[in-house]
């Protein structure tokens, strides 16, 4: 009874722990791309898993700087503690203090404080500043794994061989270590576990070119994570599981509880095969990867700097093969979060595409360059009316070409809302209570209530954002969520009546649940543009001119508009798309009459910047 | 036996250029406003209603996640720990497995399991059973801590537990005591060492997190990890980001002195 009790137990502790896993191994075999819908099963994900080369470069990355990092970390680490061991109490304790400060401190104080580091020091970002960054963390969890491993260890064995002629060093390798070894390669694996799972840190320590799973799958957040990811995520779980399987079932113990520590001690020695199979692995694709790269080593070089999933990468080689440039490539998720690496000068980067806000930001903190226009004749394609619109942030239409465009507006399932829907005010309804999404960022948040009390949306007036402030307080009750890229999957699993969406996303949600409409409310909204500039300290201007001209060009805008799904302000692109459903789309395309009481963000400056962040704190802590 | 010292050299000087050289320059953030002038503002921030309840909110939540995960864990260590050997290194290393997958990840699939028409809930209306709505409330984001800081109970626990010499639970038993008895005299006091570290180990990171509010709490919850880091990636003033994060660093300081006080020799280690 007592241990069907605890069987019971611990298998639904494992349950929850494994639920989430099992979810995401189910997901990998989906088709449909939403989290939320089961569109039949599929193994197509597994194959092109392989195929793609960013991913499978971001893997061999992930791997290599989790090994590398893991070995230095154990070998400071292992060679701290036997220090740290033989210290005095009180410098123990300072000691450990330090160690634990990684562990402890929050990871984005950490990752930007290292990055300051980095710079300040003139280091540039890359592969070895990650590798710095990821041994730094990792090194505290093999201190923490091998302290308790020598406590144990009895000192007059030590002591004992010395006196019988061994010399210090042969002495430690004979005695002690033998008995340290389990903790050393516990805090090896834990260590290669937690360099494998960060993100943040390594985000702010990287250079461009270099990705890791992590920051890969970032990336790929604002656009939806590609089931691809699931796939692998599905693949190295399984992996790792079967290793440890085949290690537990190999050496046969004898069942008695009293194994001696030598019996314990070979055991973990098989342990060693996880490590040795990562390193044949890696080595092999290491060779593998590096032969397949090595006719890339042309003179002209690029740096791009972009959001996640906002470019078709079949354009980025086509753009390599006409010109001879070679292309690195850099994602981010944020304007926010791409700011301070321009800022810093951490990178020099030569294209990026940026927002329009932070665009005027940028130009306002002369991080921006002026575009040579003669050397990017394509403009003529792009549509009149977005370079007007591009004057509100860039007055003159001197630093920035526009990309991406598009509106934001309320996504409504028709299934449950029976009225028509053309105004922000439905979102104050009270019948919808817990059936609203609304966007978690201050601006577009912002933007609703102000638009909705017929105020600018780049309002600095005091009254009307404190109006603004107390009607979004007024509607958190009714709000479901405040949500970034989860609405589009969220509408499409039928979780929300209505949600505020950007208009590019609005296309795939309908083509995933035909229930959902897109209309731009009466009152006005945003219009958002995203645009390509280049950074004051550009390397390569002309190339990045080349490289802009290259994306206006109407084949190479309709590529990027069929696989991002976003708007193109290109007017001979849109002049290409076949299906006339599209090409005349009112929410892809809108009429000037939709747009006639929207704006663009423009950038406020830091004093009405922190008003706004002081007032949508206000609401988010009610 | 001082020459052994000199091991430590290597880490020492990789501490003070990676560890307390970017700490130095967290605190001068926290210390300088905009202008490069010295003002204790930054930190006084933390007195603000907002972020004041932030702070008590996220102090809350991770004192019940710690709190669940510390009797969840208990059971589950002294279990592992009256296994076979052979059985129980792999059934811990059944703990550390799951962060092969994606922190993101496991978090986000939590949520396909917890919506409203999540898996979760369809199963229970399979059954013809009341569905449960805990998405979106501090409950998921509990349920969310709980789950990604569990093994971070359950390691040092299992660590002292299966140190405990048995034949000092038999004396006990066979001097009379009950197994409750047994269990708050002998057991408990000689767990206690993993029991703080344990804490530590949950409570901290817990108090910090903002992934976890953030996918599971929809946002709607404010925890003092998503205020400090809407001051670093939103707001981007870092200057009241880092005058933030020295206030935590408190709550830090204050569990590894703990730490110190209850586990002196170190035996709640993780592993």
Redesign the interface.
């Known amino acids: 009874m007592k241990k069907i009790l605890r069987r019971t137990y611990f298998g639904l502790i494992l349950f929850l722990m494994y639920a989430p896993i099992l979810t995401l191994i189910v997901l990998s075999f989906n088709a449909s791309k939403s989290r939320t819908k089961w569109g039949g099963f599929t193994l197509s994900w597994y194959v092109s898993l392989f195929q793609d080369e960013a991913i499978m470069s971001a893997l061999y990355n992930t791997l290599i700087i989790a090994l590398v990092s893991a070995v230095l970390a154990t070998l400071l680490g292992t060679a701290a503690s036997i220090g740290i061991s033989a210290m005095k109490p009180r410098a123990k304790t300072i000691f450990m203090g330090i160690t634990n400060i990684p562990i402890l401190n929050s990871e984005i104080v950490t990752g930007i404080s290292l990055m300051l580091l980095f710079i300040a020091c003139r280091v540039t970002l890359g592969f070895t500043t990650i590798l710095l960054s990821h041994v730094t963390f990792c090194i505290p969890y093999v201190i923490l794994s091998v302290m308790p491993k020598l406590r144990q260890t009895d000192k007059s064995t030590y002591e004992a061989a010395q006196d019988l002629g061994a010399g210090p060093i042969y002495a430690f390798f004979k005695v002690v270590f033998p008995d340290i070894l389990p903790g050393v390669i516990s805090g090896f694996l834990m260590a290669f576990t937690m360099s494998l799972d960060d993100f943040i840190i390594t985000h702010f320590t990287k250079g461009p070119g270099v990705d890791t799973l992590s920051t890969k799958i970032y990336a790929e957040v604002r656009k939806g994570i590609r089931p691809e990811m699931y796939a692998l995520s599905t693949l190295l779980f399984v992996t790792v599981l079967v290793l440890l399987i085949l290690i537990n079932s190999s050496p046969k113990e004898p069942a008695d509880t009293k194994v001696t520590s030598s019996r314990r001690n070979r055991k973990q020695v098989f342990r060693l095969a996880v490590p040795a199979v990562l390193v044949i692995l890696l080595i092999g694709g290491g060779i593998g990867y590096s032969l397949k790269n090595a006719g890339n080593a042309s003179g002209e070089k690029l740096i791009v700097y972009n959001w996640g999933e906002y470019i078709d990468p079949e354009t980025l080689d086509m753009f390599e093969k006409e010109t001879g440039i070679s292309v690195t490539y850099e994602e981010y998720e944020t304007n926010e979060i791409m700011y301070p690496k321009i800022q810093s000068h951490a990178i020099a980067y030569d294209v990026v595409c940026p927002s329009d806000y932070m665009i005027q930001r940028m130009i306002e903190n002369d991080l921006l360059a002026e575009i040579n226009w003669d050397n990017v004749p394509n403009i003529q394609n792009i549509d009149q009316s977005y370079m007007e619109q591009s004057e509100s942030f860039d007055p003159g239409n001197k630093y920035s070409v526009p990309y991406c465009v598009g509106t934001v507006g309320i996504l409504y399932n028709t299934t449950m809302v029976d009225e028509p829907v053309d105004s922000w005010d439905i979102l104050w309804d009270d019948k919808y209570k817990d059936n609203i999404l609304m966007q978690d960022s201050v601006r577009d948040a912002f933007m609703v209530a102000l638009k909705r009390n017929g105020d600018s949306l780049n309002s600095v007036d005091v009254n009307e954002l404190n109006q603004a402030a107390n009607d979004l307080i007024e509607q958190k009750p009714l709000v479901q969520a405040y949500v970034v890229d989860q609405v589009r999957d969220k509408m499409i699993g039928n979780e929300a009546a209505l949600g505020v969406i950007y208009s590019g996303e609005a296309g795939y949600t309908q083509r995933e649940n035909p229930n959902l409409e897109y209309v731009i409310p009466k009152e006005g909204s945003n219009v958002w543009i995203d645009s390509w500039v280049i950074p004051k300290n550009a390397q390569n201007k002309e190339n990045a001119e080349k490289f802009i001209n290259f994306m206006c060009r109407p084949d190479i805008a309709l590529m990027n508009f069929e696989y991002i799904t976003y708007s193109t302000p290109n007017k001979a692109a849109r002049e290409l798309i076949e299906d006339p459903d599209v090409r005349n789309s009112k929410i892809l395309f809108p009429d000037q009459e939709d747009l006639k009481n929207c704006e663009t963000f423009q950038y406020l400056g830091e004093e009405a910047d922190n008003y706004y962040n002081e007032l949508w704190n206000k609401v988010k802590s009610r | ?12 000087v ?2 003070v ?7 130095a ?2 605190l001068y953030y926290g210390l300088t406003n ?1 202008d490069g002038q010295f003002t204790f503002e930054n930190i006084l921030a933390i007195g603000t ?3 004041f ?2 702070l008590c909110l996220s102090l809350l939540l991770s004192l019940i996640s710690t709190l669940i995960c510390l009797l ?1 864990a208990y ?2 260590a002294m ?1 592992l720990s009256d296994m ?3 059985q129980t ?2 059934m811990v ?21 917890l ?5 979760i809930n369809q199963i229970l209306s399979f059954f013809h059973l009341p569905s449960i709505q805990i998405i ?1 409330t501090p409950w998921a984001i509990i349920l969310g801590m709980v ?1 990604n800081f ?1 093994p971070f109970m359950v390691l040092p626990l299992y ?1 002292v537990l299966s140190k405990i010499d048995k034949d000092v639970i038999l004396a006990a038993r066979d001097l009379g005591a009950t197994p409750v008895y047994t269990f708050r005299k002998i057991i408990f006091p000689l767990s206690l060492p993993g029991v703080i570290s344990g804490i ?1 180990m949950v409570f ?2 817990a108090l ?1 997190t903002f992934v976890i509010s ?2 599971l709490g ?3 919850i ?1 925890l003092i ?14 200057h009241v ?2 005058g933030l ?1 020295l206030v ?2 408190i709550f ?1 300081l204050l ?2 002195f703990l730490t ?1 006080k209850y586990d002196k ?3 709640g ?3």
């Open positions: 036996m001082n020459k052994r010292k000199l091991l430590t050299g290597p880490y020492l990789w501490a250029a990676f560890i307390l050289i970017p700490l320059v967290v905009s209603v907002e972020n309840k932030a969840l059971p589950l279990m076979k050997v052979s290194s792999f290393l059944l703990f550390i497995l799951p962060m092969w997958m994606n922190f993101l990840l496991r978090t986000m699939a939590w949520q396909t399991l919506e409203k028409n999540g898996v979106n789950y569990l660590n530590t901290v990171p910090t953030d996918l929809g946002s709607k404010l990890g998503n205020v400090i880091d809407r001051q670093f990636q939103q707001g981007s003033n870092w980001g880092s994060s935590l660093m830090i569990s590894m110190g020799n170190g035996e280690g993780m592993f």
